[in-house]
């Protein structure tokens, strides 16, 4: 008979499970972001070879989104079946394959086609790890820990453009996506070989909520159209800033791109930032957002405006910081209260959110860029900031608000779960 563990020791294991994990999932979302953010790069070259208008590049970066988008909800609800660390795993395989092929595109429909199934590959990821961090963490370490985790977004914005042009300069834009597939292949190899077993698995719905009643939570919908308003900045900065810098601006690649690094360092703290605040406020996602995002606003407006390389990459550290502050507390509240048997699906939906403002703000901007100005292009930014704001004082604010108004208020494993991690 195995020997009694002791509460320093369990703690002890429970710790490690949770740093463990925080570490692998941090990697395979630098793969990730990593392999999203080299095509923003490659752009400019992709466009001379393929000949392409900027409205044709930004339905590249669509494409991606798109498919991304089309699989947030079945992937959610594949990672609620099977597992999250199974979802998640095959996952980060095959976006790894698809990454690989990008490098052989030979023509525009070809690359469409490439990052659209890249987009469907991608797609389970995001609620299979969320899946995976809800059952391994307690709830008052959740948002700090994902928040860590996430900051891995922006690391990747700071490394990618340091490192992406050199290649592309040296090798060809083709090599970036060959070099990212290798990384993720190795990430892949490191998650099935050391991700921990859940330290409290998934306990069973005393009364099964049909998911078709969570798809049509109005409460997660609009938790959904705070993170489309987030990412209409986030990912319309990120795809528009280095062709903006090098083909209005004249900067070279080699330094447009790593001048993008600025506002990425200023995001990966206000993620982790925002994920403390979360667990401290317990939610309130309110006291973050509106401040946040009338900050990213105003900046955002003064961006569309400004002239030089200074102001612009002031206004868009202050844009950025402020926006990603609000990244975190999008998912605090919902975190917190879904039911493990319902954190896949339900975080899906917001994620689903995000990636429609991935499809729409690329391809807006390069619609704008192309027919009046690059001005006009980051002014159209502010529309995200207006919409999550607003969105998020129409959001309930806590656990108990968010269980009053959805389809979960008569979930019992969701009140067990919040009584044992007291």
């Given at each position: 008979?195995?020997?009694?563990?002791?509460?320093?020791?369990?703690?002890?294991?429970?710790?490690?499970?949770?740093?463990?994990?925080?570490?692998?999932?941090?990697?395979?979302?630098?793969?990730?972001?990593?392999?999203?953010?080299?095509?923003?790069?490659?752009?400019?070259?992709?466009?001379?070879?393929?000949?392409?208008?900027?409205?044709?590049?930004?339905?590249?970066?669509?494409?991606?989104?798109?498919?991304?988008?089309?699989?947030?909800?079945?992937?959610?609800?594949?990672?609620?079946?099977?597992?999250?660390?199974?979802?998640?795993?095959?996952?980060?395989?095959?976006?790894?394959?698809?990454?690989?092929?990008?490098?052989?595109?030979?023509?525009?429909?070809?690359?469409?086609?490439?990052?659209?199934?890249?987009?469907?590959?991608?797609?389970?990821?995001?609620?299979?790890?969320?899946?995976?961090?809800?059952?391994?963490?307690?709830?008052?370490?959740?948002?700090?820990?994902?928040?860590?985790?996430?900051?891995?977004?922006?690391?990747?914005?700071?490394?990618?453009?340091?490192?992406?042009?050199?290649?592309?300069?040296?090798?060809?834009?083709?090599?970036?996506?060959?070099?990212?597939?290798?990384?993720?292949?190795?990430?892949?190899?490191?998650?099935?070989?050391?991700?921990?077993?859940?330290?409290?698995?998934?306990?069973?719905?005393?009364?099964?909520?049909?998911?078709?009643?969570?798809?049509?939570?109005?409460?997660?919908?609009?938790?959904?159209?705070?993170?489309?308003?987030?990412?209409?900045?986030?990912?319309?900065?990120?795809?528009?800033?280095?062709?903006?810098?090098?083909?209005?601006?004249?900067?070279?690649?080699?330094?447009?791109?790593?001048?993008?690094?600025?506002?990425?360092?200023?995001?990966?703290?206000?993620?982790?930032?925002?994920?403390?605040?979360s667990d401290r406020l317990a939610g309130n996602h309110r006291l973050v957002i509106v401040p946040a995002m009338t900050v990213a606003a105003i900046a955002?407006?003064?961006?569309?405006?400004?002239?030089?390389?200074?102001?612009?990459?002031?206004?868009?550290?202050i844009a950025v910081f402020a926006a990603t502050l609000a990244y975190m507390p999008i998912y605090a509240v919902p975190m917190r209260s879904l039911p493990?048997?319902?954190?896949?699906?339900?975080?899906?939906?917001?994620?689903?959110?995000?990636?429609?403002?991935?499809?729409?703000?690329?391809?807006?901007?390069?619609?704008?860029?192309?027919?009046?100005?690059?001005?006009?292009?980051?002014?159209?930014?502010?529309?995200?900031?207006?919409?999550?704001?607003?969105?998020?004082?129409?959001?309930?604010?806590?656990?108990?608000?968010?269980?009053?108004?959805?389809?979960?208020?008569?979930?019992?494993?969701?009140?067990?779960?919040?009584?044992?991690?007291?």
């Amino acid at each position: 008979m195995p020997a009694p563990t002791s509460p320093a020791a369990s703690a002890l294991s429970a710790d490690r499970i949770v740093r463990t994990t925080v570490v692998l999932l941090f990697s395979a979302w630098l793969v990730d972001y990593v392999d999203r953010f080299v095509i923003s790069l490659a752009l400019p070259a992709i466009g001379v070879e393929f000949d392409l208008s900027r409205g044709q590049q930004g339905l590249v970066v669509s494409a991606f989104f798109l498919a991304y988008a089309l699989c947030q909800i079945p992937g959610g609800m594949i990672a609620d079946r099977f597992g999250g660390a199974r979802v998640m795993l095959w996952a980060l395989l095959a976006w790894s394959l698809f990454t690989a092929l990008t490098g052989f595109a030979w023509s525009f429909a070809a690359l469409l086609a490439l990052r659209f199934a890249f987009g469907l590959a991608e797609g389970a990821f995001p609620s299979a790890s969320i899946k995976v961090l809800v059952e391994r963490t307690t709830l008052r370490q959740r948002m700090s820990a994902n928040g860590i985790i996430m900051s891995s977004n922006s690391i990747a914005a700071v490394l990618t453009p340091a490192l992406a042009p050199i290649m592309i300069v040296a090798f060809g834009w083709r090599s970036i996506f060959w070099s990212a597939a290798a990384v993720g292949l190795l990430v892949s190899l490191a998650v099935r070989r050391w991700l921990p077993a859940p330290s409290h698995p998934e306990r069973t719905p005393e009364q099964r909520v049909p998911v078709r009643a969570v798809l049509r939570s109005g409460v997660l919908w609009r938790f959904a159209a705070i993170m489309f308003g987030y990412n209409v900045i986030a990912w319309g900065l990120s795809t528009w800033a280095p062709t903006y810098l090098s083909e209005e601006r004249g900067l070279p690649l080699t330094t447009a791109g790593p001048l993008m690094a600025i506002p990425a360092l200023g995001a990966a703290l206000a993620t982790m930032l925002g994920g403390r605040l979360s667990d401290r406020l317990a939610g309130n996602h309110r006291l973050v957002i509106v401040p946040a995002m009338t900050v990213a606003a105003i900046a955002l407006l003064v961006l569309s405006r400004t002239s030089s390389f200074v102001g612009f990459a002031v206004c868009s550290t202050i844009a950025v910081f402020a926006a990603t502050l609000a990244y975190m507390p999008i998912y605090a509240v919902p975190m917190r209260s879904l039911p493990p048997a319902y954190v896949g699906v339900g975080s899906s939906i917001i994620g689903f959110g995000g990636q429609l403002a991935g499809i729409v703000s690329p391809a807006a901007m390069g619609v704008l860029a192309d027919h009046f100005s690059f001005q006009a292009a980051f002014g159209f930014l502010v529309v995200g900031a207006v919409i999550a704001a607003v969105m998020a004082v129409f959001t309930p604010q806590d656990t108990e608000s968010f269980l009053a108004a959805t389809a979960f208020s008569d979930d019992r494993s969701i009140e067990t779960d919040q009584a044992l991690e007291a």
